[in-house]
């Protein structure tokens, strides 16, 4: 089964930015929403950002006004611009969308490591 494959994690110190960038398993234009989440490790996994094919946009509270999620129609990706970062959004970052969460379908992730 195809996935999404993510990118552009890595190491940065806190105050500092990354861009994550998501090649989507599917057509762009075949999903009504993309999603990125986050999991710490020993926490559950968490919604960290949306953007619905109509252009709408919503965010976590500990995100807003921070990262930025965007889309490429051309390219099919996604992407999450970060910046501010803090310690704890030290995880790792899986992009979806609606097919991709129906059929429980994620990619292997970008780890992104923000020190203090």
């Known amino acids: 089964q195809v996935q999404p494959v993510e990118s552009g994690g890595g190491l940065v110190q806190a105050g500092e930015s990354l861009r994550l960038s998501c090649l989507l398993s599917?057509?762009?234009?075949?999903?009504?929403?993309m999603y990125w989440y986050r999991q710490a490790p020993g926490k559950q996994r968490e919604l960290v950002a949306l953007?619905?094919?109509?252009?709408?946009?919503n965010y976590a509270d500990f995100v807003k006004g921070r990262f930025t999620i965007s889309r490429d129609n051309a390219n099919n990706r996604v992407y999450l611009q970060m910046d501010s970062l803090k310690p704890d959004d030290t995880a790792v970052y899986f992009c979806?969308?609606?097919?991709?969460?129906?059929?429980?379908?994620w990619g292997q992730g970008t780890q992104v490591t923000v020190s203090s």
């Open positions: 979806s969308t609606d097919r991709d969460l129906r059929g429980n379908v």
């Open positions: 953007l619905t094919s109509g252009g709408s946009t």
């Open positions: 599917g057509s762009i234009y075949t999903v009504n929403a």
